[in-house]
T-cell receptor, first 113, second 112 residues
Framework: GAVVSQHPSRVICKSGTSVKIECRSL??????MFWYRQFPKKSLMLMAT?????????EQGVEKDKFLINHASLTLSTLTVTSAHPEDSSFYIC?????????FGPGTRLTVL | GEDVEQSLFLSVREGDSSVINCTYT??????LYWYKQEPGAGLQLLTY?????DMKQDQRLTVLLNKKDKHLSLRIADTQTGDSAIYFC????????????FGTGTRLKVLA
């Protein structure tokens, strides 16, 4: 299947700093990418749908000013967690939409101290 | 709203069959998926079934879909210790946005 990468795989940052996570589709172009958040031992929660060349669509309850999403090219979407706080610590997973399925990245574990 | 439910835990002995169940509420679902997640890793697509199918078999995996009851199951034959993981079902509806709704996940533990 198609390959989606995420960078970094792990990041530890201080409270108040911003962190950028990259999601790349390596062997296909994706006009739509998704960002999910997963709490320990919980399911994936869709945060937003990222559309190339346009604004992201955020799910209810997700702060768009807190979680900035940019999808500047057909192979790259970025999620920036601004002014991170310990409660933002989580596992963030992106996916890229293919013809019949979403292809998932390996995830980024964010720890905010 | 849309909701996808799974039982939280399942424990089986190595060599036995595992059956993981999932119920969903969106009758307009087009595709239904099963994903596997190992600790600290992303999601691995195991199989998917189109909503007009009743069954799909792929090696050790059998997916059964009861559209009337909105019930989906994944059967793993000859379960191995390497099958220990969390299994998520997910549905994709006709929303046009390709959004997935994930189930709560079933933690499968395979006992040697």
């Amino acid at each position: 299947g198609a390959v989606v990468s995420q960078h970094p795989s792990r990041v530890i940052c201080k409270s108040g700093t911003s962190v950028k996570i990259e999601c790349r589709s390596l062997d296909f172009q994706a006009t739509t990418m998704f960002w999910y958040r997963q709490f320990p031992k919980k399911s994936l929660m869709l945060m937003a749908t990222s559309n190339e060349g346009s604004k992201a669509t955020y799910e209810q309850g997700v702060e768009k000013d807190k979680f900035l999403i940019n999808h500047a090219s057909l192979t790259l979407s970025t999620l920036t967690v601004t002014s991170a706080h310990p409660e933002d610590s989580s596992f963030y997973i992106c996916s890229a939409q293919g013809p019949n399925e979403q292809f998932f990245g390996p995830g980024t574990r964010l720890t905010v101290l | 709203g849309e909701d996808v439910e799974q039982s939280l835990f399942l424990s089986v002995r190595e060599g036995d069959s595992s059956v993981i169940n999932c119920t969903y509420t969106d009758s307009s679902s087009t595709y239904l998926y099963w994903y596997k997640q190992e600790p600290g890793a992303g999601l691995q697509l195991l199989t998917y079934i189109f909503s007009n199918m009743d069954m799909k078999q792929d090696q050790r995996l059998t997916v059964l879909l009861n559209k009337k009851d909105k019930h989906l199951s994944l059967r793993i034959a000859d379960t191995q210790t390497g099958d220990s993981a969390i299994y998520f079902c997910a549905e994709r509806g006709f929303s046009g946005t390709y959004k997935y709704i994930f189930g709560t996940g079933t933690r499968l533990k395979v006992l040697a």
